[in-house]
């Protein structure tokens, strides 16, 4: 277990169809990161939170949008869901600090596998 | 931008034999971090070993070692007694150290290479 959480494990829906990812990030880690892996695309960076502000963005399209609560958890969005959307979805969190402490290492949750049909 | 190739799309290895995976890296920056990650059959990201860059000395950690070349932009990884275990999809990535850059903090992730361990 890596001390960060998504859900859900699997989700499969259809084309047109709004589902939301959820991650719980490591005890103390103020980042979280956001990565989508397909077949065809290997590991693609969508968006980074920090202590709730949005600090990066990637490849991340218009129909999906993320937020970092104040507790820290955060929440992917994914609208009008497209076939290609089919993807494994991972959240990883990180802490500030060197990387000899063990900061600046993205430690990442288990995915979330979406299936659009 | 940075990017990271990975040259070798599929390595294999005979059991406790050794085996090395390429990375190359492209960036203008100065101070930045390199990771391999080893992504298992189950999918989970597992980090295999870090480096900084200011560091000279190459980061071992028991069985996984790197070769850091940075003026040649090169990170390897050396993967010794290979075990069934190891088995694996390999990924490369760069981080820049720039706290007041847009990129900072991200990973950049290589391709991949698919490693395959016969016993």
């Known amino acids: 277990d890596s001390g960060v959480t998504q859900t859900p494990k699997h989700l499969i829906t259809a084309t047109g169809q709004r589902v939301t990812l959820r991650c719980s990030p490591r005890?103390?880690?103020?980042?979280v990161y956001w990565y989508q892996q397909s077949l065809d695309q290997g590991l693609q960076f969508l968006i980074q939170?920090?202590?709730?502000?949005?600090?990066a963005k990637g490849n991340i399209l218009e129909r999906f949008s993320a937020q970092q609560f104040p507790d820290l958890h955060s929440e992917l969005n994914l609208s009008s869901l497209e076939l290609g959307d089919s993807a494994l979805y991972f959240c990883a969190s990180s802490k500030t600090g060197t990387l000899s402490s063990g900061a600046n290492v993205l430690t990442f949750g288990a995915g979330s596998r979406l299936t659009v049909l | 931008a940075q990017t990271v190739t990975q040259s070798q799309p599929e390595m294999s290895v005979q059991e406790a034999e050794t085996v090395t995976l390429s990375c190359t890296y492209d960036?203008?920056?100065?101070?930045?971090?390199l990771f391999w990650y080893k992504q298992p059959p189950s999918r989970q990201m597992i980090l295999v070993i870090r480096q900084e860059a200011y560091k000279q000395q190459n980061a071992t950690e028991n069985r996984f070692s790197v070769n850091f070349q940075k003026a040649a932009k090169s990170f390897s990884l050396k993967i010794s007694d290979s075990q069934l275990g190891d088995a694996a999809m390999y990924f490369c990535?760069?981080?820049?150290?720039?706290?007041?850059?847009?990129?900072?903090?991200?990973?950049?992730f290589g391709q991949g290479t698919i490693l395959t361990v016969h016993p």
């Open positions: 939170y920090y202590n709730g502000e949005e600090r």
């Open positions: 990535a760069y981080r820049s150290a720039n706290a007041g850059g847009t990129s900072y903090g991200k990973l950049t």
């Open positions: 960036t203008s920056e100065s101070d930045y971090y």
């Open positions: 005890s103390g880690d103020l980042s």
